[in-house]
Nanobody, 121 residues
Framework: QVQLVESGGGLVQPGGSLRLSCAAS????????MGWYRQAPGKQRELVAT???????DYADSVKGRFTFSRDNAKNTVYLQMNSLKPEDTAVYYC???????????????WGQGTQVTVSS
């Protein structure tokens, strides 16, 4: 069981920056994959970025070069640094943790409650 709590969202002007945080209720060292997803009004939830337990990252094409996903295992926290923000980045951002086990070989997902990011002048 993992509880995830996001923070750091808010209102920012185009071109600005925000850093989202996601604090886990237990050690993230053994969590196979953590991710950030987002959902804009009227749209499906989409993957923004992932980070594996060994630190490998992957990004959606729309955020490559602008967003950076990092993890601090000592603090059980992951971060999404978002730079050069655009109005189309406006969405609720959700933290995700996926674990694999013999009970859930296809993976089991945990979700945070989400944090609103609004990019507007």
């Amino acid at each position: 069981q993992v509880q995830l709590v996001e923070s750091g969202g808010g209102l920012v002007q185009p071109g600005g920056s925000l850093r989202l945080s996601c604090a886990a209720s237990r050690s993230i060292f053994s969590i196979n994959v953590m991710g950030w997803y987002r959902q804009a009004p009227g749209k499906q939830r989409e993957l923004v970025a992932t980070i594996t337990s060994d630190g490998r990252t992957d990004y959606a094409d729309s955020v490559k070069g602008r967003f950076t996903f990092s993890r601090d295992n000592a603090k059980n926290t992951v971060y999404l640094q978002m730079n050069s923000l655009k109005p189309e980045d406006t969405a609720v951002y959700y933290c995700n943790a996926r674990t694999y086990s013999s009970s859930y070989p296809g993976g089991y997902d945990y979700w945070g409650q989400g944090t609103q990011v609004t990019v507007s002048s």
